[in-house]
């Protein structure tokens, strides 16, 4: 594990991604993630009280556990990081959130974008290129998505992220959660 990695300096106010001293339990429920950063791939589970977006949304550090990960580039394996037990949200660009990460049921999240409009868009958000459909209600550009909102995190559905053109997602990751604080660029790819 390189020296340093996910951790924050002291006295930047935004927690750590590992910290010194015994580990907690983790508590709440597992839940599998894959998250990217602009150097590695991570997987392993995360232990959240709720829904993935309103955790990363909320901006705190989040215990995880069973953490592997590999170069970005694909120029390595996954390997065990047992190293890891905690991850700063600012730290990831994305999150690939498969179907155990969605504690609704199919109607309660259809009766949630009842009044949202679909977009499909490609998000810059370097080294990352991400397709899919952002849910925005209505009369909300989805130019807006690089402004500063309430929510950290912005779901695209239906959507595949990309490096240097090749997908990096596996089949069936059903949402990619995009940091908005990464996101450089916002192209409308149809309706």
Same mark, same amino acid.
């Given at each position: 594990m390189p020296l340093g990695f996910l951790r924050r300096k002291k006295g930047d106010g935004r927690g750590a991604g590992g910290r010194s001293g015994a580990p907690a339990a983790p508590s709440g429920r597992g839940v599998p993630f894959e998250g990217l950063t602009d150097?590695?791939?991570?997987?392993?589970?995360?232990? &959240?009280?709720?829904?993935l977006s309103d955790v990363l949304n909320r901006r705190e550090t989040i215990q995880i556990s069973d953490v592997r990960w590999a170069p970005i580039d694909g120029s390595g394996t996954f390997e065990a990081a047992p190293g890891l037990q905690s991850i700063d949200p600012y730290d990831l660009i994305a999150v690939l959130a498969g179907p155990a990460t969605l504690p609704q049921s199919e109607a309660e999240r259809l009766a949630h974008r009842i009044r949202k409009v679909p977009y499909e868009v490609g998000l810059e958000a370097p080294p990352f290129r991400i397709v899919g459909t952002v849910h925005l209600h209505a009369g909300e550009p989805p130019d807006r998505l690089m402004d500063q909102g309430t929510e950290m995190f912005v779901?695209?559905?239906?959507?595949?992220? +990309? *490096?240097?053109?090749?997908?990096?997602?596996?089949?069936?990751?059903?949402?990619? *959660?995009?940091?908005? *604080? +990464? &996101?450089?660029?916002?192209?409308?790819?149809?309706?």
């Open positions: 150097e590695w791939r991570l997987a392993g589970v995360m232990h &959240i009280d709720g829904r779901p695209l559905t239906g959507a595949v992220a +990309y *490096l240097n053109g090749k997908p990096v997602a596996d089949p069936g990751t059903e949402v990619v *959660l995009v940091n908005r *604080l +990464y &996101i450089r660029g916002v192209e409308p790819t149809g309706r």
